[in-house]
């Protein structure tokens, strides 16, 4: 059917990537800090994130059921409607959670198990909508979006809940009115994406097959073993150190931290991470775009692991100047989003075909169990090693992730070479 209409895609992208986020943030960023003001552990902290990070990887056991649903656009509007309104549900139980937590809980559970399946459509539709050249120029877009979600919906709900917190309401009732807001920013995102789908051009619904036939696909592949070490290796430093670094500088001084407010880390996490995570991923893109996926993954792994010195250090030096501080965290973050961008692209590679939906839901579940399974550690291991030794053990965990880049570099080039 010819387009009648010239398409959007950078509309569905960047606030489809942006809604995507949202929950991802309440529950990696918000979550740990709210808990950490409550007195938890940081040990029970980075386990309760890690197990509700986990659930979202159930996508795997979503992704058969959400390609039969129907239309994929319709399929993404529709969940992401779900959302808004499960996001409102929980602001107005958040202020009750001090005398109950579990309905709270069981939202927070729900909120991770929706989510994971309207990643499962979106995620399919950007790899089977748009050509490989396509999705490298939209990839700093997707990096910046997702990133922008993350900090709205992370560090700004922080700051928020600080900000209301000291103009006398209690912490729960404060942590709902942000939420609330939460709410707000995901129906705008919503709005945008669904008039950015709407500009899509009418596609036949993809090729169906059993969960079992397209892992098997999968599987048989011959860069399966190379994208998995890569997931599962690449950023393994990193994710150790994003687990901690929130609770890090929240801590005291006396207790090895940066010993910094609520707010006062919101909004260093606000500037570094528009700044750095999303600066990040365009120079990601367009050096993806420039040297095509296979010659960038390894000088990306390289200079994505370096700046983790920087927070090795400011671990060792107690109350280190504010502009210290930010540059570190600036730094850190420009690579990561640099490298993850790489990491991002190099799934949807092995991905692309008449089944990808599926498979990069495959794909993506291990990224999730290598980002989340950290979590059941990370936090009893900084308690144990101290947040300096902790952040010094990250930066070993770094020579395994580039070797993994380099393996991948040489499977996606061989592959290449065949084709």
Not at 77 to 92: C, D, F, N, P, Y
Not at 253 to 271: D, F, I, P, S
Not at 294 to 311: N, T, Y
Request: a positive charge; proline letters at 6%.
């Amino acid at each position: 059917m010819p387009e009648a209409r010239a398409r959007k895609a950078w509309l569905w992208v960047g606030a489809g990537f942006l809604f995507q986020a949202i929950p991802g943030a309440i529950r990696d960023e918000a979550l740990p800090v709210a808990l950490k003001n409550a007195g938890l552990p940081d040990g029970w902290n980075t386990r309760i994130v890690g197990i509700l990070g986990l659930l979202v990887g159930l996508k795997l056991l979503w992704a058969p059921a959400v390609v039969r649903l129907g239309e994929p656009t319709r399929v993404i509007r529709s969940a992401q409607a779900l959302l808004v309104a499960l996001l409102g549900w929980i602001a107005l139980a958040a202020p009750g959670a001090e005398a109950n937590p579990w309905p709270l809980l069981a939202l927070l559970i729900g909120l991770s198990l929706l989510s994971a399946g309207h990643d499962v459509a979106l995620d399919g539709y950007y790899v089977a909508a748009l050509r490989e050249q396509e999705r490298s120029r939209l990839a700093g877009l997707l990096n910046f979006a997702s990133k922008t979600g993350s900090v709205l919906a992370g560090p700004c709900l922080i700051w928020l809940a600080g900000h209301l917190r000291q103009a006398d309401d209690s912490a729960a009732q404060a942590w709902g009115d942000a939420l609330l807001a939460a709410g707000g920013l995901a129906l705008v995102a919503w709005v945008a994406t669904t008039w950015g789908l709407s500009r899509e051009p009418a596609r036949a619904l993809p090729a169906t097959q059993p969960i079992g036939a397209s892992l098997r696909d999968l599987v048989s592949d011959v860069r399966f073993p190379a994208i998995v070490g890569l997931i599962l290796l690449y950023r393994t430093s990193e994710v150790h150190l994003a687990r901690v670094l929130p609770l890090f500088s929240v801590a005291p001084v006396t207790e090895g931290g940066l010993g910094l407010g609520n707010e006062t880390y919101a909004l260093l996490r606000l500037t570094t991470g528009v700044g750095g995570l999303a600066l990040g991923g365009i120079i990601g893109s367009a050096v993806v775009t420039r040297l095509g996926i296979v010659r960038s993954l390894v000088p990306l792994g390289i200079a994505m692991h370096l700046p983790l010195v920087g927070i090795a250090w400011l671990a060792t030096h107690p109350e280190p100047p504010m502009a210290v501080v930010a540059a570190a965290f600036a730094v850190e973050h420009l690579a990561y989003g640099a490298g993850v961008c790489a990491l991002l692209l190099a799934m949807m590679k092995v991905a692309e075909g008449p089944h990808a939906a599926v498979r990069y839901a495959a794909l993506s579940t291990l990224a999730l169990i290598g980002a989340y399974l950290p979590g059941l550690w990370a936090g009893a291991l900084a308690q144990r090693l101290g947040y300096a030794d902790y952040f010094l053990l990250t930066f070993v965990l770094a020579v395994p992730g580039v070797w993994a880049s380099v393996v991948a570099r040489r499977a996606l080039s061989d592959s290449a070479l065949r084709q």
